[in-house]
């Protein structure tokens, strides 16, 4: 197995691409410490992967919060005795917090909020995973971007701002995490079912159009990308099947960015 006895930290792992890495990453053998905001969630996937007969924690974590990663990633350590993989993948957008999302009108507050988790809360968290994962040998930085990363898109100024910051960031951690063996990644996905991307088009004067272009600008399959396809890229990236790609963003995306 993949992650055989390693100790997995899969942030915003209550739901969606979170939840499927949490799951996946146990079915590969690792010990997961699963975390949200939304502790009905997270015990649901905690159960979920319990039920299945893996081996898991559930740590109440909000990503805007030193104190609350500090305190993480510690629990991480004093559950399982090392950490080796840390899963950033917690993250809101625009539509979760208002209806203004032109880059002329999105509220300060929002974007401030929207930074504090995103992108603040992706540094924070590899920061205080460090020097734990340094101390276990090394292991592997999971990052979450989106097509965003790479492009622009209309009602996400902030999202797609931080996405790209991402990007810079996985790179950035690549080069100063090299001499503790801990290698950084990040996957960009394009649209995927889940909570995130169904609020998006909700959100919109006609959901059913903007639902329908977004599974138009996927190539190869028409469909939205389901979290478990997700989730098995993050658990090769966590992985030694994956020991050197270091500094990259790969993108999984149904041939979307091919020609958009």
Same mark, same amino acid.
């Given at each position: 197995m993949k992650l055989q006895d390693k100790v997995c930290v899969v942030t915003g792992s209550g739901s969606g691409i979170g939840r499927a890495t949490a799951l996946e990453m146990a079915r590969e053998g690792g010990r997961i410490v699963v975390s949200d905001v939304n502790d009905a969630n997270g015990e649901s996937t905690l159960s979920a992967i319990r039920d299945a007969g893996g081996e898991a924690a559930y740590v109440h974590a909000d990503m805007s919060s030193n104190d609350d990663i500090l305190a993480l990633m510690q629990a991480a350590v004093d559950t399982f005795g090392?950490?080796?993989?840390?899963?950033?993948?917690?993250?809101?957008?625009?539509?979760?917090?208002?209806?203004?999302?032109?880059?002329?009108? @999105? +509220?300060?507050?929002?974007?401030?909020?929207?930074?504090?988790?995103? *992108?603040?809360?992706?540094?924070?968290?590899?920061? %205080?995973?460090?020097p734990h994962m340094r101390d276990s040998g090394g292991g592997a930085i999971v990052n979450a971007g989106s097509t965003a990363s790479l492009a622009g898109y209309p009602n996400c100024p902030a999202y797609a701002t931080a996405k790209h910051a991402i990007v810079g960031l996985t790179k950035g951690?690549?080069?100063?995490?090299?001499?503790?063996?801990?290698?950084?990644?990040?996957?960009?996905?394009a649209s995927v079912d889940t909570a995130m991307v169904s609020k998006f088009w909700e959100?919109?004067?006609?959901?059913?159009?903007?639902?329908?272009?977004?599974?138009?600008?996927?190539? @190869? +399959?028409?469909?939205?990308?389901?979290?478990?396809?997700?989730?098995? *890229?993050?658990?090769?990236?966590?992985?030694?099947? %994956?020991?050197f790609i270091n500094g990259a963003g790969l993108v999984i995306d149904g041939g979307q960015l091919a020609w958009m």
């Open positions: 090392a950490l080796h993989v840390l899963h950033n993948n917690a993250g809101i957008h625009e539509s979760d917090l208002t209806t203004d999302m032109t880059m002329q009108s @999105l +509220p300060i507050e929002v974007w401030d909020r929207l930074m504090d988790i995103n *992108l603040k809360g992706v540094w924070l968290a590899a920061r %205080a995973a460090y951690m690549a080069l100063d995490f090299r001499d503790a063996q801990i290698r950084a990644n990040c996957y960009c996905p959100a919109a004067e006609d959901p059913d159009l903007v639902k329908s272009f977004m599974v138009s600008t996927h190539l @190869l +399959p028409k469909r939205l990308g389901y979290p478990e396809e997700i989730a098995k *890229l993050v658990c090769f990236l966590a992985s030694d099947d %994956a020991s």
